[in-house]
């Protein structure tokens, strides 16, 4: 059974960093496409970074300079170092596993998210 | 970028109803489009990828249609386990999502 459990939410000042892990079981991160999507509070979830089965990543305009998605193939792990926080990254972190990508630009991939997420909070 | 938008953004409907909610891209996405359902404290859940193809475990009365720009999901009878957030998602370029239609009980 897929299963995806995400840790490392927690209250942050702005500026300050976090880094989130999601451990999988019932598959492997190495040749999987995998990802990372939020959810702010009363709004519509948001794809953040996603890593490609051959290592290629790609990030949201939002996160792009400040956030960093890795991967741990012998802890079987998905990673999000996220620096200079805001308060608009205030959001619940999913991770997921894509599923039907077509190529390797995982073109009409889609979010199978299974866990429950961890809470962000950037406040002072 | 690639936008999307949904209509309605609510509607009240009763068990029994067919519902349809529609989504619309900023530009021609092909068939690269996605359905997620998701409930108050829940994660998104996938229903249906490719614009029209059932994710596994999906009641079949859940449908989906369209290409290019246009869009819809249908869901063919109501039930009370439906009521919920439906989100649209396209995947031609990155992963946008729309920004929700509720669904909720007349």
């Known amino acids: 059974e897929v299963q995806l459990v995400e840790t490392g939410g927690g209250l942050i000042q702005p500026g300050g960093s976090l880094r989130l892990s999601c451990a999988a079981s019932g598959f492997s991160v190495s040749n999987n496409y995998m990802g990372w999507v939020r959810q702010a509070p009363g709004k519509g979830p948001e794809w953040v970074s996603v890593?490609?089965?051959?290592?290629?990543?790609y990030y949201a305009d939002s996160a792009k300079g400040r956030f960093t998605i890795s991967r741990d193939n012998s802890k079987n792990t998905l990673s999000l170092q996220m620096n200079t926080l805001r308060a608009e990254d205030t959001a619940v972190y999913y991770c997921?596993?894509?599923?039907?990508?077509?190529?390797?630009?995982?073109?009409?991939?889609?979010?199978?998210?299974r866990g429950q997420g961890t809470m962000v909070t950037v406040s002072s | 970028d690639i936008q999307m938008t949904q209509s309605p953004s609510s509607l009240s409907a009763s068990v029994g109803d067919r519902v349809t909610i529609t989504c619309r891209a900023s530009q021609s996405i092909t068939t690269y489009l996605n359905w997620y359902q998701q409930k108050p404290g829940k994660a998104p859940n996938l229903l249906i990828y490719a614009a029209s193809s059932l994710q596994s475990g999906v009641p079949s009365r859940f449908s989906g249609s369209g290409s290019g720009t246009d869009f819809t999901l249908t869901i063919s009878s109501l039930q009370p386990e439906d009521f919920a957030t439906y989100y649209c998602q396209q995947t031609y370029i990155y992963f946008t999502f729309g920004p929700g239609t509720k669904v909720d009980i007349k």
């Open positions: 890593i490609y089965a051959g290592g290629s990543m």
């Open positions: 997921a596993r894509l599923k039907y990508c077509s190529g390797s630009s995982c073109r009409g991939g889609a979010f199978e998210i």
